[in-house]
């Protein structure tokens, strides 16, 4: 049941319950931030399976948070990485999670629904945020249906449309649309044909949901209807799609589920104006080829709730929340080219067509397929943190290190969503006593090799300062030379170190 809006005040309200905005919430829950959600939807049954899968770093996120056995067990491992439908193979990828998982957008909701809700972060369901005002202390959201939250913090997770972007002016500049798709989930009473069909815009697909009954249908619309003139779409423009593409309905019925999207690639100009930020498809939309929205979306949640956290528990001061659009705005950038580019390379002309061949061919090399399923894959991100280490502002391999307690993965030393010195040389060797409230030092010792995909094999480090996101912040390399100035950067001045904690 949604709670009572009666007197709601929150640190943080996040606009829109989808999978940023629940992961989001998570995170800023783990950093005893009092966050709350308002999602329009009545229930999370609604999501449909837009999505279709997580890539192999988005499965590493959850695995950091301890939770990724709950996605695993509920979908299909397998290769899912590609460019333009071209397969990716990242088997050989150093990482535990060297696939992707096959686990359609209402599963993964649900899921992340039920760990925000161990996190006891409330979601008042059914309603819709219409306005917001920001002042120097907080923002006040109106609501449709007369009532209003208060919040220090406001972040809109509330999708391409997004109310919370267009209230705040943020500029969404970027390619308009040249098709639209219908996607769906229906019954169909004759037996659909399965699989993918060329044409000149691009690929149909029909395929059975796991249920057996219900058909999954992606669908370009033989006439494509600028924005300002599109309605909702009906079961009449899904049969007439049916029709044009396979030359019958297949005697489609009881839809569940039926949305239009379209190849357009947009970007906010800014993540944040004052104390109001955009994630996710609110931040930045693109076609669906190559599957990476939901989990671009689900890392820009990552990357901004510790921070978001520490600025509101007055670990850091506000300017580390640019860093978010620092770090973020460029990975979406490449994103929105790469849509684009697989979009060309997808229709069904004779010229693409040959183009497609040639970058099949290309990618079958070693280099090439490494290089694109790093990118496709979110493995090879790289935050530019300044010269260094080749793991400065890359993830850190979850490797099993020997601590005093006994061997420990490096994931499971984040699942609390806390800052890492990871110490490799002599204990005690690094001092961090002044940030002790809030960085947890583990000391431990490691002799294998460090491996990073795509760049290989590097040099072994001496100590790591690992982010809550796990990305590598600050590298030791037999000296502790930088260390007090990354800690102070990421994690505030000692004087407004936050209280301690427990490894767990």
């Known amino acids: 049941m949604s709670p009572s809006l009666a007197s709601a005040k929150h640190a943080v309200v996040i606009v829109g ?37 997580l890539h192999s770093r988005t499965i590493e996120v959850l695995d950091q948070r301890g939770i990724a056995q709950r996605f695993l067990s509920q979908g299909k491992a397998m290769q899912v990485a590609g460019f333009a439908m071209i397969r990716l193979d990242i088997s050989d990828f150093p990482t535990r999670h060297n696939y992707g998982l096959a686990l359609t957008q209402n599963h993964i909701e649900r899921l992340l629904a039920a760990w925000v809700e161990e ?9 819709e945020v219409t306005s917001f005002a920001q002042d120097d202390s907080g923002v006040e959201l109106e609501l449709a249906d007369g009532g209003s939250l208060r919040a220090q913090y406001l972040v809109g997770c509330d999708g391409g449309r997004s109310v919370i972007r267009k209230c705040a002016g943020i500029e969404f500049p970027g390619w308009a649309p040249s098709v639209s798709y219908l996607i769906a989930e229906a019954e169909m009473a004759d037996e659909p044909a399965s699989g993918v069909r060329a ?14 009954k219900r058909v999954r249908a992606v669908l370009i619309e033989p006439q494509f209807v600028p924005e300002e003139e599109r309605d909702e779409p009906t079961l009449d423009d899904l049969r007439k799609t049916l029709i044009a593409v396979y030359g019958t309905d297949f005697g489609v019925h009881n839809v569940s589920w039926l949305s239009r999207f379209t190849d357009m690639a947009r970007q906010a100009a800014s993540y944040r104006t004052g104390r109001v930020l955009l ?15 939901l989990n671009i979306g689900v890392q820009d949640a990552v990357n901004l709730g510790w921070k978001l956290g520490q600025v509101i ?67 090879d991100i790289h935050y530019d943190l300044g ?77 790591v300062l690992i982010r809550p996101d796990g990305y590598v912040a600050w590298v030791g390399e037999g000296t502790d030379r930088g260390l007090g100035d990354a800690l102070g950067s990421w994690f505030g001045s000692p004087t407004l170190a936050a209280p301690g904690f427990v490894l767990q």
């Open 387 to 463: 010269p260094g280490h080749p793991l400065l502002g890359r993830r850190t391999p979850d490797l099993e290190v020997l601590t005093e307690g006994g061997p420990r993965r490096i994931f499971s030393l984040l699942h609390a969503a806390r800052p890492v010195l990871l110490n490799l040389a002599e204990p005690a060797a690094l001092d961090i006593t002044p940030w002790a409230g809030c960085v947890q030092r583990v000391d431990a010792r490691y002799a294998g090799v460090w491996e990073l995909p795509v760049l290989g094999a590097v040099s072994a480090p001496s100590a």
């Open 119 to 127: 996190l006891s972060v409330p979601i008042y369901r059914g309603r």
């Open 199 to 212: 044409a000149e815009k691009g690929i149909n697909a029909l395929g059975k949901l796991e249920d057996g």
């Open 313 to 379: 528990n007055g670990t850091s001061t506000v300017s580390l929340l640019d860093t978010y659009q620092a770090e973020r705005h460029p990975i979406a950038a490449l994103v929105l080219r790469n849509a684009l580019a697989q979009t060309a390379l997808m229709r069904g002309d004779e010229r693409t067509r040959a183009a497609h061949e040639k970058m099949s061919e290309l990618l079958k090399m070693d280099e090439p397929r490494k290089q694109y399923a790093g990118m496709m894959s979110g493995l």
């Open 279 to 293: 994630a996710g498809d609110a931040a930045h939309v693109h076609g669906p080829t190559g599957g990476q929205g």
């Open 17 to 53: 319950g989808g999978p940023t905005g629940l992961m989001l919430a998570g995170e800023l829950a783990l950093a005893r931030v009092d966050v709350a959600i308002v999602e329009r939807r009545e229930s999370q049954d609604l999501a449909g399976s837009r999505a279709g899968g």
